[in-house]
């Protein structure tokens, strides 16, 4: 079995950083409580040379902070739009965009997955948030054109959660309120040694 999936597609080899990364700037990255990332965003009707400078630097954000999953709110742009490098559960690597994410419904009886969950708009703090085991994503890539990307396991809940993020929510909306609660007392606690890490990382980033 292929090792490494670009755009839902076998590849049989791929760098340590997609490629973008290395054209791009690290932006900063938006926290839970601004407006941004709690109203849907608007879709993607132009493509072209800034729609590919906008995932250079998600990818390079991304890397820098370490996460698996960034959408475009959470640098502050108001667009459907994620990227992602993630481990399934078997060890498979995938790596991508979407535009204009629709997650389609998952099939009646699919099993959920009760695991932990973090979100770098919510940093340092990790939940245990349900999430169907499958998740099947269709839109389009940078220039447009029809993609279908589907995940299983931890990139099944990657597709779930950047997709939310494209519709205005963080996974603290599927939370009880002491739960939610609980997650802004580990942010509160840990957000300076996350964001230290970041900027370690990204220098070591332009330095790579």
Do not use: W
Request: one cysteine or more.
């Amino acid at each position: 079995m292929p090792r490494v999936f670009v755009q839902g597609r076998p590849v049989g080899a791929f760098p340590r950083y997609a490629p973008e990364a290395g054209r791009g700037a690290v932006r900063r990255i938006t926290e839970a409580g601004e407006g941004v990332l709690h109203r849907p965003c608007r879709d993607v009707t132009e493509f072209g040379p800034d729609l590919a400078a906008l995932i250079d630097d998600m990818f390079r954000t991304m890397y820098a902070a370490d996460g698996a999953g960034l959408a475009a709110n959470q640098v502050g742009v108001d667009l459907r739009l994620f990227v992602y490098d993630c481990l399934d559960g078997e060890g498979v690597r995938h790596v991508g965009h979407v535009v204009n994410p629709v997650l389609e419904t998952p099939l009646a009886g699919r099993r959920l997955l009760d695991e932990n969950e973090g979100c770098l708009s919510v940093p340092g703090a990790v939940m245990a948030v349900p999430r169907p085991d499958r998740a099947v994503v269709r839109g389009q890539d940078r220039d447009g054109a029809a993609l279908a990307v589907e995940g299983a396991g931890y990139f099944a809940r990657c597709l779930a959660h950047e997709t939310d993020h494209t519709q205005g929510y963080v996974y603290l909306d599927r939370l009880s309120k002491r739960e939610k609660k609980d997650a802004m007392e580990q942010t509160a606690a840990r957000r300076d040694e996350v964001y230290a890490r970041r900027a370690a990382k990204a220098i070591a980033l332009s330095r790579a």
